[in-house]
């Protein structure tokens, strides 16, 4: 499957934006989705999940509360919602997805993910 991360931009504190993952290639609703996010000098981190389903979903602690992740299967999309964005959510935002069986539909580690999209770069103004 074929990943293209997009809505990036820059936004001041406080404000929102809504990145998109659209997939093309095998059939988008056997995987489960994350997002994560790479600070300038910081190592790629985790930042949300959702199942194939999109009845579940999980947040790391910094973004929960403020950052929302759904999917819309027929549109082969998800989305990551971020709203009250902070300067310190400054980053490059990458879409992963993962075939997950009958384990979990999420993993905070990289390696935990089959294919990657590029990166949309979100830059929050203070």
């Known amino acids: 499957v074929q990943l293209q991360a997009s809505g990036g931009g820059l936004v001041q504190a406080g404000g929102s934006l809504r990145l998109s993952c659209a997939a093309s290639?095998?059939?988008?609703?056997?995987?489960?989705v994350g997002w994560f996010r790479q600070a300038p000098g910081k190592e790629r981190e985790f930042a949300a999940a959702?199942?194939?389903?999109?009845?579940?979903?999980y947040y790391t602690n910094s973004v929960k509360g403020r950052f929302t992740i759904s999917r819309d299967n027929a549109k082969n999309t998800v989305y990551l919602r971020m709203n009250s964005l902070k300067p310190e959510d400054t980053a490059v935002y990458y879409c992963?997805?993962?075939?997950?069986?009958?384990?979990?539909?999420?993993?905070?580690?990289?390696?935990?993910?089959?294919?990657w999209g590029q990166g949309t770069l979100v830059t929050v103004s203070s």
């Open positions: 992963a997805a993962r075939t997950y069986g009958s384990g979990s539909y999420y993993s905070e580690a990289m390696q935990g993910y089959d294919y």
């Open positions: 290639g095998r059939t988008f609703s056997n995987y489960g």
């Open positions: 959702i199942s194939w389903s999109g009845v579940s979903t």
